[in-house]
């Protein structure tokens, strides 16, 4: 809190104001029943197991072109995006861990914050395109990542819909999996536990995509007011099939 005032805000201020200043882009999912006029939070999963074969294929492309592979799977699922709405301004939410010194990396504590991701997509891009303009757009963030979400929204003052969340409407999460290994705690024990089902989901859409050790998978996480399963299933499907046209040719155009 005490490095995060004066010139150092107004820098962080400034980086996200010229991102985000103005009128913001709403995404435009088609949905199965008119958006509530207040949002509710009922929610379902839809799962995706990417083949072995096909994640050590979007990890080799992502190091040959130089991005990570959180980097790439965000410009597929704004691809994703862009191929559903028509809409080429698009903006998603991201977690970011907030432990940017190595002091923070050994505490307990919640230190996370959440990025505002906006990518222009106009233009015809190729994938290969579209994944430098995600990966300046994540360096970018990255190196502005101390703005608080919650400040964030409140300089911004963007116009408040209580039937959206502000700023973004679907969520992209990137998380490699520890698998069973429990923290090591002096004089405690602790056991690492699975995904609750809560059913619940925070946005209209949350994608999450977990990498372990055998290969990616997914979690579409959705907002049954809005959304049948049966269209988040055939979403699921779109998603691998744009996975497996990325690895097969990253030069082609995200249109075609």
């Known amino acids: 809190r005490q490095r995060l005032q004066g010139e150092a805000l107004e820098a962080q201020l400034n980086y996200w104001k010229g991102k985000l200043g103005g009128e913001l882009p709403v ?5 199965d029943r008119p958006r509530p006029a207040v949002q509710t939070y009922r929610g379902a999963i839809e799962s995706l197991a990417l083949p072995k074969a096909l994640a ?23 691809t994703l995006l862009y191929r559903l709405t028509g809409q080429a301004d698009t903006i998603v939410g991201t977690p970011i861990a907030g432990r940017i010194r190595t002091e923070l990396e050994g505490l307990i504590g919640f230190f996370m914050n959440t990025m505002v991701l906006r990518t222009d997509l106009s233009g015809q891009p190729s994938f290969l395109e579209l994944l430098g303009r995600v990966r300046e757009t994540a360096l970018g963030a990255y190196a502005h990542q101390d703005m608080p979400f919650e400040r964030l929204v409140e300089e911004l003052s963007p116009e408040r ?28 024990e602790s056991e690492a536990l699975g995904r609750l ?19 990616l998978a997914g979690i ?8 049948d399963a049966q269209r988040i299933e055939r979403m699921v499907g779109h998603f691998q099939t744009l996975l497996e046209g990325i690895v097969a040719d990253p030069g082609k155009c995200i249109c075609d």
């Open 27 to 31: 995404l435009e999912l088609s949905t």
């Open 56 to 78: 050590d294929a979007l990890e080799a492309m992502s190091r040959r072109e130089g991005v990570t592979l959180f980097m790439t799977l965000l410009a597929a699922f704004k």
């Open 161 to 188: 819909d209580l039937s959206r969340t502000p700023l973004f409407q679907v969520f992209f999460n990137h998380i490699v999996a520890m698998g069973d290994k429990a923290a090591a705690l002096p004089g405690l």
């Open 197 to 215: 089902e809560d059913r619940e989901s925070k946005f209209d859409m949350t994608l999450t995509v977990l990498e372990g050790e055998e290969g």
């Open 220 to 227: 579409f996480e959705y907002n049954t007011d809005l959304f």
